[in-house]
């Protein structure tokens, strides 16, 4: 008679517990932060860090997360307070310590780790944002602005509407001129003052100028949706009005004294007239464009 197999309690537990922890390990599904915002456009190869994926539109963006686009590529990024960020060709940018208030975001911090970022503000206190690169910290108490993370920690941050408050080893610099170019340790707006302080360098010239390489979001923005887009209407206006009054040749947009200080009176962007007798300009930001309506992906072809 053959003998029937032995079969015991503990081996069945066994199997069932190897069995159970191969379908948790199977089954198990990546633990995300809280999702903060979602991909509006997306240009060629973007990615986010939670879960090393590819983005695509609508995807959600996540607390704690690093968003990097290719050099052919950007993202257009709306986050739920519909604060809009655009991740420059080749630039990283950290989404971190977002924590929601009664009306949109009550503290978030966003890191511009490398190349360049826009941002448009949304619905959030002004204060509740915080933007930073490798040596600044920048406050925003104004609506649009792009930062550039240059190498060796050098930075430059142009203004278009509103204000901003610059601070960087220990000493702070706040604009509100438009078209401003607050430079820090070396940036291309010529320096900032010393120590790594920052100061205001110059200004964006617009059209024409020969700053299209340094302020790449700035020009060509036509590859962005209107409401994705700044105006430098106004910068080519102040340009014109410094040439006037400075016709003897001195190196428009920038301060040739290397310590910061404007060459020029800068125009009021609250549509008053300057009081130094300049003129002021007041940027639109009516655009009803949505950029859910409707999604949009690009490829190598264009949009």
């Given at each position: 008679m053959t003998p029937k197999p032995?079969?015991?309690?503990?081996?069945?537990?066994?199997?069932?517990?190897?069995?159970?922890?191969?379908?948790g390990y199977v089954g198990a599904a990546?633990?995300?932060?809280?999702?903060?915002?979602?991909?509006?456009?997306?240009?060629?190869?973007?990615?986010?860090?939670?879960?090393n994926r590819a983005l695509r539109v609508p995807d959600?963006?996540?607390?704690?997360?690093?968003?990097s686009a290719a050099a052919n590529g950007h993202g257009e990024i709306l986050l739920?307070?519909?604060?809009?960020?655009i991740v420059g060709p080749d630039s990283t940018v950290l989404l971190n310590n977002f924590v929601v208030g009664e009306r949109g975001f009550k503290t978030t911090s966003i890191k511009v780790a490398k190349g360049a970022m826009r941002f448009i503000s949304g619905n959030s206190p002004k204060s509740a944002y915080q933007i930073e690169t490798a040596t600044?910290?920048?406050?925003?108490?104004?609506?649009?602005?792009?930062?550039?993370?240059?190498?060796?920690?050098?930075?430059?941050?142009?203004?278009?509407?509103?204000?901003?408050?610059?601070?960087s080893g220990g000493a702070c610099v706040e604009t509100g001129g438009v078209c401003d170019i607050v430079s820090v340790g070396g940036g291309a707006g010529g320096g900032?003052?010393?120590?790594?302080?920052?100061?205001?360098?110059?200004?964006?010239?617009?059209?024409?100028?020969?700053?299209?390489?340094?302020?790449?979001?700035?020009?060509?923005?036509?590859?962005?949706?209107?409401?994705?887009?700044?105006?430098?209407?106004?910068?080519?206006?102040?340009?014109?009005?410094?040439?006037?009054?400075?016709?003897?040749?001195?190196?428009?947009?920038?301060?040739?004294?290397?310590?910061?200080?404007?060459?020029?009176?800068?125009?009021?962007?609250?549509?008053?007239p300057d009081k130094r007798g300049g003129f002021s300009f007041t940027p639109r930001d009516d655009d009803p464009y949505d950029p859910y309506d409707p999604y949009v992906e690009c490829g190598t072809t264009g949009c």
């Open positions: 032995r079969f015991s309690v503990s081996t069945a537990a066994a199997v069932i517990g190897t069995v159970s922890c191969f379908a990546p633990a995300y932060s809280a999702e903060v915002g979602k991909s509006a456009r997306i240009v060629n190869t973007v990615t986010g860090s939670q879960g959600p963006v996540f607390d704690g997360e690093r968003i739920e307070d519909k604060t809009k960020i600044a910290t920048i406050g925003v108490r104004g609506t649009a602005f792009d930062v550039y993370a240059r190498g060796g920690g050098a930075a430059d941050i142009v203004l278009y509407r509103g204000s901003i408050n610059v601070c900032g003052g010393g120590g790594g302080s920052p100061a205001v360098s110059g200004f964006l010239m617009g059209t024409g100028a020969d700053q299209e390489a340094d302020f790449d979001l700035a020009f060509d923005q036509g590859r962005f949706p209107p409401g994705w887009r700044v105006s430098i209407l106004p910068c080519s206006g102040r340009a014109l009005l410094e040439k006037l009054r400075n016709p003897t040749g001195q190196r428009q947009g920038f301060s040739d004294e290397g310590g910061g200080d404007d060459p020029v009176e800068r125009p009021s962007d609250e549509g008053e």
